[in-house]
């Protein structure tokens, strides 16, 4: 259930490292930050960038910065589980401002070595090397790192930072408690309900069964946007949270992350990030409506995609500053 709240994982290291900028505040360095440090195979080939990805990047002044954020349905530490959320951060290394492209998980495109299936099993079956990989290699995309939460850590670093306010729709409700009730199975903690719509404060764990709604309104186009919305209420309580947060961040935070990303690399895109004047983040999913058809193949059912239409409209959105039109 903790698995689409990653994106705040950005933010929460973005004031980690604003607390060792040396110009602003210091914060408190009582406790140490220990990261799940994975390493990739950096090369283009092995990332699935392209000679063609690579010259269009080069080209570029600044171009924006990508990670790749996963959330993975696993209970158990040592399950292979699929990546249920795929998201795509994007830095402009000069002004900070941070754009989020969700993937739709049952995309149908190709995994090196396994052939057509869910864009989701390529973290199942090859970890975040491979779940990388398949994003670049049919998005023409130049992912270099990732971030990674499961179940579990996701709800952890939401209660570290005190819930997070959250508009419930009544249609939502009975969904929300049932996931509820399937966490509690494995906490083996009562299940905390919630018991009325509207805007609210939620825990991490009714916040993370709340982006796993997938049963009411559109879908799992629907839950990309509440998955997304939840991130950006993330993050702006962290935009305007002060020091004092620092010691939660380093000691209930940073140990939940698995990550790829060195700590001066953070360091260097949270001081654009922290510093920014912008406060809006600008979102969109992947495909757009009109790109994309759900099929069912050998009776399984897949979102059949314009892979060179959506790699357009990806690059759009994540270069060239245009917002998709309609959905």
Known sequence: MKKHLF????LILAYHAKAQDSSVVAAPTAVAVKRSAVQLNRTPEALGISQTTRDRVKAMTNPPINIALFAVDRRENDDRANSDVIMVISIDQ??????????????YVNIEGHGMDKINAAYAVGGPQLAIKTINQNFDLDIKDYMNVDFYSAAKIVDALGGVNVNVKDPELPYLNNYLNEVAIYDKIPAVHVKSAGLQ?????QAVAYTRIRGVGNGDYERTERQRSVLVALFSKLK???????????????????TSMANMTLMRFASSILNSENKVIDQARFPLDGQSVGKRINNIWYLTVDLKATTNSIHNFIYKNMKPVGK
Do not use: C, H, W, Y
């Not at 404060?201 to 764990?205: A, D, N, Q, V």
């Not at 949270?241 to 939940?256: C, K, M, R, T």
């Open 94 to 107: 000069q002004t900070g401002k941070i754009k989020m492209s969700s993937i739709m998980r049952d995309s």
């Open 240 to 258: 305007s949270s002060g020091q004092e947060v620092f010691p939660v961040f380093a000691s209930q935070i940073l140990p939940n992350l698995e």
């Open 201 to 205: 404060k939620l825990t991490g764990r």
């Open 7 to 10: 994106a705040l994982i950005l």
